[in-house]
């Protein structure tokens, strides 16, 4: 499977990165998650992992071993956080976690001293803003705190979340924040520079 995978991106797309994800669910239980990892870790071919699922579905120190595990596989660590927990949450999750990337991390907007933890820390926040009007986290893009995290010095990238379900590609998710007057052109313009480095 592994090499088919590797032969259609060689085919379809050799000029573009390709950076491949392990993502596991805050369903499942911890020791499921250790034996499934193993193997996959072993392919040497993974280069993120990512945690998603219900915030609430257990407590984000029980994944502590995993990403240990992760981070000493050299992945760059990443989880879904904040999306609909508190402020506190995200930032107990970077600590717990050691994470690299934030997947949403709005609700850090709600704390002066999380959003300062975050700027100071790098850690980078990957914001959906249509997936978090359409799911009620922001009650209209004119209100976004993807604002108050950019001048708070939050690093954050603008991001899609599920084409199929939310039916915006990334240009669209751009314009949507420049239309609702959220970001300047030149302000989008350097978060999408940032996120290519």
């Given amino acids: 499977m592994w090499k088919m995978l590797c032969e259609a991106h060689e085919t379809a797309a050799p000029g573009v990165e390709w950076v491949p994800q392990m993502g596991i669910s805050r369903h499942c239980p911890v020791r499921a998650i250790q034996y499934w990892m193993e193997p996959l870790l072993e392919l040497n071919v993974f280069r993120t992992f990512d945690l998603s699922g219900d915030e609430l579905a257990q407590p984000i120190e029980v994944f502590t071993p995993i990403y240990r595990r992760a981070k000493n ?7 879904h ?3 609909f927990g508190a402020a506190d949450d995200v ?3 970077v600590e ?3 994470l690299d990337e934030v997947q949403h991390g709005i609700a850090a907007a709600q704390s002066p001293q999380v959003m300062r933890a975050l700027a100071e820390s790098g850690v980078r926040l990957n914001v959906c ?3 978090n009007v359409m ?3 922001v009650a209209r893009m004119e ?3 993807i604002r108050r995290l950019y001048d708070a010095g939050v690093k954050v990238t603008i991001n899609t979340d599920d084409c199929l379900i939310f039916g915006t590609s990334l240009s669209q998710e751009f314009l949507a924040l420049h239309q609702a007057g959220v970001m300047t052109a ?3 313009d350097g978060i999408r520079q940032a996120a290519l480095t």
Avoid: F, M, N
């Fill in 96 to 98: 717990a976690l050691e």
């Fill in 73 to 79: 596989a050299g992945l760059r660590l990443k989880a």
């Fill in 135 to 137: 799911l009620g986290r």
């Fill in 81 to 83: 956080v904040g999306e």
């Fill in 186 to 188: 030149a302000e989008l």
């Fill in 91 to 93: 930032w107990r999750a």
């Fill in 129 to 131: 803003p249509t997936s």
């Fill in 143 to 145: 209100e976004h705190p």
